[in-house]
Antibody, heavy 120, light 110 residues
Framework: EVQLVESGGVGVQPGGSLRLSCAAS????????MHWVRQGPGKGLEWVSL????????YYADSVKGRFTISRDNRKNSLYLQMNNLRTEDTASYFC?????????????WGQGTLVTVSS | QSALTQPASVSGSPGQSITISCTGT?????????VSWYQQYPGKAPKLIIY???NRPSGVSNHFSGSKSGNTAFLTISGLQAEDEARYYC??????????FGGGTKLTVV
């Protein structure tokens, strides 16, 4: 069974930094593109970033480009999101998601999310 | 990346069919057959129900179906059931190599 467990969400002040982690199990982690998606309180889903299976290709939403960095450690079956220069509008639940085999843009399985609150 | 356009809400009675639209551009929905639909209950993670416009993942009920015409994709739910009441999101691959979501549609089964 695929399991994705996010961690690292806490309260932080504007301008601060945070690193989210996602522990994956139940599948061959290094075969799949992985994503981060966020959802602000009472808002819709917003795609944040993706990373290819080998970590070579990364893409970002314009809203986080230059501030967030996605990475992965295939030896540890883990996905990360380094978030710098955080803004109040970054407040959201952050989900990691596994892509569908052969369709990197399809988010087949999701974690339960970790809440990031940016506030002074 | 601009969000795909979905109606904010739709409603239907048990047993009826409803359709939710998802409008993008030739850079996303219209340019690729990589439209997905997700179902989300309050406080829960989204669940994939349709991918690549028309395909259903294993275990997803066949009363969900998808289609596309030009820059607009559609999710049809036939034989509405009370448990279909949820929020539905479309997404698409974009030519900027990322993913874009719609704003979400709240389905009410009245």
């Amino acid at each position: 069974e695929v399991q994705l467990v996010e961690s690292g969400g806490v309260g932080v002040q504007p301008g601060g930094s945070l690193r989210l982690s996602c522990a994956a199990s139940g599948f061959m982690f290094d075969d799949y593109t992985m994503h981060w998606v966020r959802q602000g309180p009472g808002k819709g889903l917003e795609w944040v970033s993706l990373i290819s299976w080998d970590g070579v290709r990364t893409y970002y939403a314009d809203s986080v480009k230059g501030r967030f960095t996605i990475s992965r450690d295939n030896r540890k079956n883990s996905l990360y999101l380094q978030m710098n220069n955080l803004r109040t509008e970054d407040t959201a639940s952050y989900f990691c998601a596994k892509s569908l085999s052969g369709s990197g843009s399809v988010l087949e399985s999701w974690g339960q999310g970790t809440l990031v609150t940016v506030s002074s | 990346q601009s969000a795909l356009t979905q109606p904010a809400s739709v409603s239907g009675s048990p047993g009826q069919s409803i359709t939710i639209s998802c409008t993008g551009t030739s850079s996303d929905v219209g340019g690729y057959n990589y439209v997905s639909w997700y179902q989300q209950y309050p406080g829960k993670a989204p669940k994939l129900i349709i991918y690549e416009v028309t395909n259903r993942p294993s275990g997803v009920s066949n009363h969900f179906s998808g289609s596309k015409s030009g820059n607009t994709a559609f999710l049809t739910i036939s034989g509405l059931q009370a448990e279909d009441e949820a929020r539905y999101y479309c997404s698409s691959y974009t030519n900027r190599r990322g993913v874009v979501f719609g704003g979400g549609t709240k389905l009410t089964v009245v």
